[in-house]
């Protein structure tokens, strides 16, 4: 079995190497790492910075990013195949963000902001809307909210327990401190052993 998912993932990888233009996954990840971890990292320099011009820049790029992905979520289905798609994606991910055509400026001026002043109205009833409708479902199921939230910090700290031994095996944890070694034997395990 060992030697089946050795033969797969060399294939795998003689494939990106040999033809990285025909495989989704390399332009795939660097779809997402262009179109948002890069303007997430960015975008948390600006704020940090406290620079005006570059937040305004960044939210110019997430209200484009953000009405390119709404119009993906129907298209993606039907385009994907297409042949060199994720590298148009890819081209258009850098285009939004570079400083010399500034893309998401002419996006948001030329095409999103004409649209949404013209359907105004109807999108802040529809905001307005959906806002009190979840208001509503919030308040109705307040307890089986506060369940689930109690129930995933329960997952989430016996995952972040679970990694502290796997990465840490030989320390264990005593009033919230880190001892180094293994667990002393109590008195009681060693008189039981004597009987």
């Known amino acids: 079995m060992a030697l089946f998912g050795s033969n797969v993932s060399s294939e795998v990888g003689l494939r990106l190497l040999l033809c990285p233009l025909g495989s989704n996954v390399v332009i795939r990840t660097a779809c997402c790492s262009v179109g948002i971890v890069l303007p997430v990292y960015s975008t948390f320099k600006a704020i940090e910075a406290k620079n005006q011009d570059e937040q305004h820049k960044w939210l110019l790029y997430w209200a484009a990013y953000g009405s390119f992905s709404v119009a993906e979520l129907f298209t993606d289905k039907f385009l994907h195949w297409f042949p060199l798609y994720y590298h148009m994606k890819f081209a258009f991910l850098v285009w939004l963000q570079l400083p010399s055509v500034d893309g998401a400026r002419q996006l948001y001026m030329n095409y999103l902001r004409p649209f949404l002043r013209k359907h105004q109205s109807r999108l802040d009833q529809f905001v307005n809307f959906f806002y009190s409708e979840m208001v509503k479902f919030v308040s109705n199921h307040e307890s089986e909210i506060q369940l689930a939230r109690t129930l995933f910090m329960k997952v989430l700290s016996s995952a972040n327990h679970a990694v502290?031994?796997?990465?840490?095996?030989?320390?264990?944890?005593?009033?919230?401190?880190?001892?180094?070694?293994?667990?002393?034997?109590?008195e009681t395990s060693e008189s039981e052993d004597e009987e």
């Open 164 to 186: 502290q031994v796997i990465i840490h095996p030989g320390q264990r944890q005593v009033n919230g401190s880190a001892i180094e070694g293994p667990p002393a034997q109590s």
